[in-house]
């Protein structure tokens, strides 16, 4: 069973930065893309950005990556994303999960995180 640990949220002001890493347990991790998820406070969870396997390739939704980059360490084993210029509505539960495919993309995400709280004061 795949276990994926995140970690490094928490409180920032508004503008600052955060930067959140997730752990994978993944024996065969550069076969899989991986992405990141927010759940904001009554909204749909909601995906924000996946890198391949090799660690390669991203896919960004919208204009997210304007603030947000995504990065991977196959040697660790670890995802992360460094999140800048933070505003009250990145406010949320950011989750890391692992895609079936080994490329990049919205979907097709099976394994998941426990989560990790980031809170942007308004």
């Known amino acids: 069973q795949v276990q994926l640990v995140e970690s490094g949220g928490g409180l920032v002001q508004a503008g600052g930065s955060l930067r959140l890493s997730c752990a994978s347990s993944?024996?065969?991790?550069?076969?899989?893309?991986m992405g990141w998820f927010r759940h904001a406070p009554g909204k749909e969870r909601e995906f924000l950005v996946a890198?391949?396997?090799?660690?390669?390739?991203?896919y960004y939704m919208g204009s997210i990556q304007d603030r947000f980059i995504i990065s991977s360490n196959n040697v660790r084993k670890t995802v992360s994303l460094q999140m800048n210029d933070m505003k009250p509505e990145d406010t949320g539960v950011y989750y890391c999960?692992?895609?079936?495919?080994?490329?990049?993309?919205?979907?097709?995400?099976?394994?998941w995180g426990q989560g990790t709280l980031v809170t942007v004061p308004g």
């Open positions: 993944d024996r065969s991790f550069t076969t899989h893309g």
């Open positions: 999960a692992r895609r079936t495919e080994s490329t990049a993309g919205p979907r097709g995400y099976y394994h």
């Open positions: 890198i391949t396997g090799s660690g390669t390739g991203t």
